[in-house]
């Protein structure tokens, strides 16, 4: 029962879209459990480019059924349109879509909360997409939030989104946001919206269960990456959910003892977008060439992504807070042609050299990268598929990367396309995608 987690190890934006997508041919059901429509998953088939926020990549495959869990917010408005996007694109959506009953709901009000909370002048800006998730999520937490069940209860629906609205109202006159809501219209296209998804809303955690119990394999995916968790990222410059493997487990409504492995993908390099620590960083032209050959800009807000070296004491922070059992490594090419490839295999900080992730942002913001400079090579790596066919020094990178990392390399992606990817044969993940 090869039930698989396939989640960022960085900062996100590792490639995980493409990534799932490629793997989702060889499992039943492909669901995401955390984050919001803040993260986007970009995938090229032949001419056609898909970028998707909330619905999980596996949905390109016909037949795999698409779970959005109850770790997720939703917003309806937006789900709507990917939904119209799809099916406009030949997507069976109506029969291969299920949406939690569970998941939490983002309302119009929670983007202006975020975007006043970011605004405010004592507040450190954390850069974040100004969709709401973060406010839905503490109404959440909070437990005032409402969940896409309740908006088939008409009478408990009406008593729970007037507690909210006020709330809101409330919070909005307190720090004088001048922004026009009509509370009465949004309630009325929300019962709306509601109507549209009905036939796709179920209880997905007996879904996923009822399914694993029949023999079919589920692969799960995360959103973001795991330095933006919201426990073991560099808070506070983290998102508002649980991006690690455990998520994969409260987020989706299935036993840990279901999971048999779990695959971090990590770029070749390391970007991250918005604020934050990001100790690899290169702020000069070598990074600017990363981020011109990697065309390296959100998928949903097409903002600019610092880019920088990869970073060998951060994977293998991520890999054992998840238990990685391979890694994929993406955009391999984007490094072709360079003289030499620094890698970063320590941290340094007051002439210190520490052998963990610090938890606070002035020690992360103060760290020094020791850099091992490997030599790059010549020739091209783009559109490769087997592992024989890369130029030896490329190959000798991803063995220093294993060996920084004590993670095997399991995949190597060197173009957008599906079939641009190696898979190492007799790798532990080449075992796991073998059904059982």
């Known amino acids: 029962m090869n039930n698989l987690i396939v989640l960022g190890a960085q900062w996100g934006d590792e490639g995980k879209g493409k990534v799932v997508d490629l793997f989702s041919e060889r499992f039943d059901i492909v669901a995401r459990y955390q984050g919001g429509h803040n993260a986007g998953h970009t995938v090229f088939i032949g ?18 059924k698409a779970v959005i869990g109850n770790g997720v917010v939703v ?14 694109a030949g997507v069976d959506v109506t029969h291969q879509l299920a949406v939690s009953n569970r998941a939490h709901v983002i309302f119009p009000f929670h983007r202006i909360v975020e975007k006043m909370s970011e605004g405010r002048p004592d507040r450190i800006a954390i850069g974040t997409t100004s969709r709401g998730i973060g406010p839905c999520y503490e109404d959440k937490i909070g437990r005032r939030g409402i969940r896409i069940a ?16 006020e709330d ?8 004088g946001i001048q922004e026009s809501i009509d509370y009465s219209k949004i309630r009325d296209e929300y019962h709306t919206y509601a109507e549209r998804i009905r036939p796709l809303v179920c209880d997905t955690s007996k879904l996923l269960n009822d399914a694993m119990r029949a023999g079919k394999r589920v692969l799960f995916e ?28 409260t987020g989706a409504g299935v036993p840990p003892t279901a999971i048999a492995g ?25 990074g600017e060439r990363l981020r011109r050959a990697g ?28 238990g990685f059992d391979s890694l994929v490594v993406t955009k391999l090419d984007v490094l ?22 610090p938890a606070t942002l002035g020690v992360l913001e103060s760290l020094e990268p020791v850099y091992e400079k490997l030599p790059g090579w010549s020739g091209s790596t783009r559109g490769l598929r087997n592992e024989a066919d890369l130029p030896p020094r490329a190959r000798d990178y991803l063995r220093f990367l294993t060996e920084a990392t004590g993670v095997e390399i399991g995949c190597v992606s060197t173009g957008p396309e599906r079939d641009e990817t190696i898979l190492i044969p007799g790798s532990r993940l080449d075992r796991l995608l073998i059904p059982a």
């Open 168 to 175: 809101k109202q409330l919070l909005a006159q307190t720090f």
């Open 262 to 286: 779990v695959v971090g993908v990590s770029k070749a390099y390391i970007t991250r977008v918005g604020s934050g620590p990001f100790p690899t960083e290169d702020k000069g032209e070598a």
């Open 295 to 322: 065309n390296e800009f959100g998928a949903v807000t097409g903002r600019p992504r610092r880019c920088g070296w990869f970073d060998a004491p951060l994977l293998r922070y991520t890999a054992a807070i998840n």
């Open 336 to 357: 072709d042609g360079l003289d030499e490839v620094p890698v970063c295999v320590g941290y340094k900080c007051n002439g210190r050299t520490l052998d963990e992730m």
């Open 47 to 64: 001419p056609k480019k898909f970028v998707l926020k909330l619905i999980p990549s596996g949905i390109l495959r016909p037949g795999v």
């Open 222 to 249: 995360g959103a973001q990456g795991t330095m933006l968790d919201i426990d073991h990222g560099t808070y506070p410059f983290v998102t508002s959910s649980s991006a690690t493997a455990g998520g994969a487990c």
């Open 150 to 165: 309740d908006l088939y209860e008409p009478a408990a629906f009406q008593a729970l989104y007037e507690t909210l609205a």
């Open 75 to 88: 917003d309806l408005a937006a789900l709507i349109d990917e939904m119209t996007a799809l099916s406009n």
